[in-house]
């Protein structure tokens, strides 16, 4: 995966993503690179076949109040990861039990459980 992915799925959101992820401790960088990694293996390992085109990843507060993320979403620390909805495919995609697969906004929100 290439290192702006983690980020910047589709372009839309290089600037404020890149700088805010850029302020992080590298650890926590580290973390979410890793993460971000986890989640899309795992889409495409459960859903071999399928088309899988992430458009959005890490996200910084602005980022996500400008695409009216929740407040607490995931994405603020890299948890979650969203991905295209081809109209041809409408069923979410298979992700196992500790992970959720939501339409959200118009993607598929795939992201950890809460609380696990
Ligand atoms: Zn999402």
């Not at 390992?45 to 929740?70: C, D, L």
């Not at 495919?89 to 039990?97: G, I, K, Q, T």
Request: proline share 7%; aromatic share 12%; charged share 25%.
């Amino acid at each position: 995966m290439n290192r702006l992915s983690f980020y910047d799925c589709s372009g839309q959101d290089g600037k404020d993503n890149k700088k805010a992820f850029s302020r992080l401790p590298s650890p926590l960088r580290l973390v979410i690179e890793q993460t971000q990694t986890k989640i899309q293996q795992i889409v495409e390992q459960y859903n071999p076949g399928r088309k899988i085109q992430p458009t959005s990843g890490f996200r910084s507060p602005v980022t996500n109040a400008r695409h009216a993320g929740e407040v607490d979403s995931l994405h603020l620390f890299g948890f979650a990861r969203d991905f295209r909805i081809f109209s041809d495919e409408p069923m979410p995609f298979n992700v196992p039990d500790f992970m959720v697969c939501l339409k959200s906004k118009g993607c598929w929100h795939v992201a950890y459980k809460r609380g696990i």
